[in-house]
């Protein structure tokens, strides 16, 4: 199961000097998801999975093959984004180094510095979900008691000078990558992006994967193979070391059952 943003427009994000409110969402199987996709169908919606673990999708991860140079990578999470290719998000920082994949469509990023930040209209905001239930016929908004801080109030698809005078000064320095199927961008933590997500021609769909890493850690040395595995921060190594034995355990298992 994940959770799949559903939405009349193109990734609506309201983003007041109070709260923000977040598109509607629903629960929904991925292949389900991944059939309505594939269908491409004008639904008059656009669908977008944001963020989804891959920690409880084993198939999926035990198919990643790191790259050598990433393989001491120190893992904060890892997730998988799928959609049409028509969503986009808010203006906005992580606190953690992340390496945005991708792997179907393109995605284009306007970026900033850390130091524009005062330029950007950050602020502490309550975090209001809209979401429905199909099979219940609900729908509503609720706030979730999260404070967000890691927002702007600047809406990059929609640019309004006029309430944001100091975001001329942030345009100055503002850069633009366009990432398609194979290229990693390496998002340093504090650096302000807006991405926005363009289908696959022949797929119809947009899909790409994102590894935030603990930086200091990764830059340590990196553990031996004899080493245990740090289960809060360890390296794409160990994971897909660890799986790989799983799959072989099971299939000696199973060869051996009489």
């Known amino acids: 199961m994940v959770e799949v943003t559903v939405t009349l427009q193109k990734g609506l994000?309201?983003?007041?000097?109070?709260?923000?409110?977040?598109?509607?969402?629903?629960?929904?199987?991925?292949?389900?998801?991944?059939?309505?996709?594939?269908?491409?169908?004008?639904?008059?919606?656009?669908?977008?999975?944001?963020?989804?673990?891959?920690?409880?999708?084993?198939?999926?991860?035990?198919?990643?093959s790191p790259l050598d140079w990433m393989e001491a990578f120190r893992i904060f999470d890892l997730n998988v984004w799928i959609g049409d290719g028509h969503f986009h998000n808010t203006l906005h920082n992580d606190p953690y180094d992340n390496f945005l994949c991708g792997i179907r469509g393109r995605k284009h990023l306007l970026l900033?510095?850390?130091?524009?930040?005062?330029?950007?209209?950050?602020?502490?905001?309550?975090?209001?979900?809209?979401?429905?239930?199909?099979?219940?016929?609900?729908?509503?908004?609720?706030?979730?008691?999260?404070?967000?801080?890691?927002?702007?109030?600047?809406?990059?698809?929609?640019?309004?000078?006029?309430?944001?005078?100091?975001?001329?000064?942030?345009?100055?320095?503002?850069?633009?990558?366009?990432?398609?199927?194979?290229?990693?961008?390496?998002l340093p933590r504090g650096h302000h992006h807006h991405v926005f997500s363009e289908p696959d021609p022949d797929e119809g769909s947009n899909l790409a994967l994102n590894v935030w890493i603990h930086r200091e850690q990764s830059l340590a040395e990196p553990p031996a193979v004899e080493d245990p595995i740090n289960y809060r921060a360890p390296t794409l190594e160990q994971i897909h070391r660890s799986l790989s034995g799983s799959e072989a355990a099971a299939s000696a298992e199973s060869c051996a059952a009489p």
């Open 13 to 64: 994000f309201e983003v007041h000097p109070d709260r923000m409110e977040r598109p509607p969402k629903t629960d929904m199987r991925l292949r389900d998801l991944v059939r309505i996709l594939a269908l491409r169908a004008d639904i008059n919606k656009t669908l977008y999975t944001r963020q989804a673990p891959l920690w409880p999708m084993p198939a999926l991860l035990s198919s990643l």
């Open 112 to 186: 900033f510095p850390p130091e524009q930040t005062p330029n950007l209209y950050y602020a502490q905001r309550r975090d209001i979900q809209a979401f429905f239930a199909v099979s219940r016929g609900e729908y509503g908004r609720k706030d979730t008691g999260i404070i967000s801080s890691n927002t702007a109030g600047v809406d990059m698809a929609s640019l309004d000078l006029e309430t944001f005078p100091l975001f001329a000064r942030a345009l100055e320095s503002q850069t633009y990558c366009e990432l398609g199927p194979g290229d990693i961008l390496y």
